[in-house]
């Protein structure tokens, strides 16, 4: 089970952070990622991270600005977000893997969080 939190209402240019608690599973054997999905349109990858911390992967669209990051010993991943958008508006959900590589494509994906919804303002 994963459950995500940490959404919520934000400035253009402001920070959220994203946490995602584990549990039911051997969260250490996982590759996580998070997604979002605005109404209307596909779900979207925006960050991954591999089992062991070593590699990670961003989607164009967050690169520089949001940072993922997994503390094995809690069973929890991070996302931290900066310099939020408007764009940046949508459900965002936590997810994990049992591919050992960083993947985007949501198939590939075992486990999903419930979302949170992060609302960014102008």
């Known amino acids: 089970q994963l459950q995500a939190s940490g959404g919520g209402l934000v400035q253009a240019g402001g920070s959220l952070r994203l946490s995602c608690a584990a549990s039911?599973?051997?969260?250490?054997?996982?590759?996580m990622g998070w997604f979002r999905r605005v109404p209307g349109k596909e779900r979207e990858f925006v960050a991954g991270?591999?089992?062991?911390?070593?590699?990670?992967y961003y989607a164009d669209s967050v690169k520089g600005r949001f940072t993922i990051s997994r503390d094995n010993a809690k069973n929890m991943v991070y996302l931290q977000m900066d310099s939020l958008k408007t764009e940046d508006t949508a459900v965002y959900y936590c997810?994990?893997?049992?591919?050992?590589?960083?993947?985007?494509?949501?198939?590939?994906?075992?486990?999903w969080g419930q979302g949170t919804q992060v609302t960014v303002s102008s």
């Open positions: 039911g599973l051997t969260f250490s054997r996982y590759a």
């Open positions: 991270i591999n089992r062991n911390n070593d590699d990670i």
């Open positions: 997810a994990a893997s049992t591919v050992s590589m960083v993947v985007s494509g949501p198939l590939s994906y075992d486990h």
